[in-house]
């Protein structure tokens, strides 16, 4: 007989594109400031925020990357999968650093095709070709904080 695997209560709905979204972000950010994901996010369907630890503040020029970057990553189409698995055989990419500590031991890893995986118990597109078109509304940066507030827009 087949155990059903428990995970931690989630306390709020999301907006499946915006919070696929969030994750591209996060990995974007990683990839181009090498800084951690978003410790601080805000994720609703009209708009969004995201706040990460950084040495200065981007320039327009980042500003306007990341927001390219994004969207490049969105108009891949890659798949978007999650799987179940044990604590000590997490991916070594996977950071779990957000976790909280009354975690399950089995935790779910969404992939979004080879550009992310994460520890994750919120809702995704399966596509993100269904996510639409990223964009950044503002930025600001204070006392080694970067805010970057987001939404969505038809089309990608």
């Not at 994901?37 to 609703?44: A, D, F, G, M, T």
């Not at 070594?92 to 969404?110: F, G, N, Q, W, Y």
């Amino acid at each position: 007989m087949e155990q059903e695997v428990q995970l931690n209560e989630h306390n709020k709905q999301e907006y499946p594109p915006m919070h696929t979204a969030e994750h591209i972000l996060n990995q974007t950010m990683v990839q181009m400031f090498g800084c951690p994901r978003s410790k601080n996010s805000h994720i609703e369907r009209r708009k969004s925020k995201c706040d990460y630890q950084l040495g200065k503040a981007p320039t327009n020029d980042d500003i306007v990357a990341i927001e390219q970057k994004v969207n490049e990553i969105i108009g891949l189409h890659l798949p978007v999968s999650s799987f179940f698995t044990n604590r000590n055989d997490i991916p070594p990419e996977v950071d779990l650093s957000k976790l909280p500590e009354d975690a399950s031991e089995t935790l779910r890893i969404v992939k979004i095709g080879d550009y992310d995986t994460c520890a994750c118990i919120g809702t995704h597109v399966g596509n993100t070709s269904e996510i639409g078109k990223f964009k950044i509304i503002s930025t600001d940066y204070a006392n080694g904080r970067f805010r970057i507030r987001f939404k969505l827009e038809a089309g990608s």
